[in-house]
């Protein structure tokens, strides 16, 4: 099955077979928040790990079951909206130190392209800008089905993650441990759990 992502590039994609059954999947739709994680992991003095989440998102995707190459994402977080469930970690977070929210208040992830690695697996790649900084990043996603709710909404689900290096987005506060080592890991991995509405005419 092959309905993620958008192909910007000049060189065509891989050819695969569509499954017909996936038009009924075409159509754009919008991320629910309310059911929907944008998350991550970080290595905490060496031992341990940190979980967190933004809890203020929004999103689009556009999906083409007949045509995956016209299909794309878009994704925006507010970064105030940290939660590690630490108050003062949380304000370290959105301090200058880090993310500095109140100058850049916005991450965003916008899709360039997509391969169907295998089965219901995928990898989308796209633009992440963090602190006006943007990079390349290529997500690995699981696509687990469509389904219509008990409210008649039509929905699909995306779960996937990324592991990225903080450093190359300008964050690099870090503080050294006495035993050897720092405080934070450069490197981050990102989760995503997606659920979906189809927006209707």
Known sequence: MGIFGR??????ATATAVDPSLAALTGTYTVDA????IGFTARHAMVTNVRGAFTDHEGT?????SNPAASGASITVRMASI??????R??????ADFFDVETYPEMTFRSTGAEQLGGSDYRITGDLTIKDITRPLSIDLEFNGSATDP???????????ATIKRSDWGLT?????????????????LN????AIKQTA
């Open 151 to 161: 409210f008649g909404n039509e929905r699909v689900g995306f779960e996937g993650s």
């Open 7 to 12: 192909n910007n590039s000049s060189t065509p």
């Open 83 to 88: 939660d590690t469930g630490a108050p003062d």
């Open 34 to 37: 309310s059911h929907s994680s």
């Open 61 to 65: 995707l556009t999906l083409d079951g």
């Open 173 to 189: 506060w870090n503080a050294a441990l006495e035993a050897g080592g720092v405080l934070v890991s450069d490197k981050i991995k």
């Open 90 to 95: 949380d304000n370290h977070l959105r301090s």
């Open 192 to 195: 995503f759990d997606i659920s």
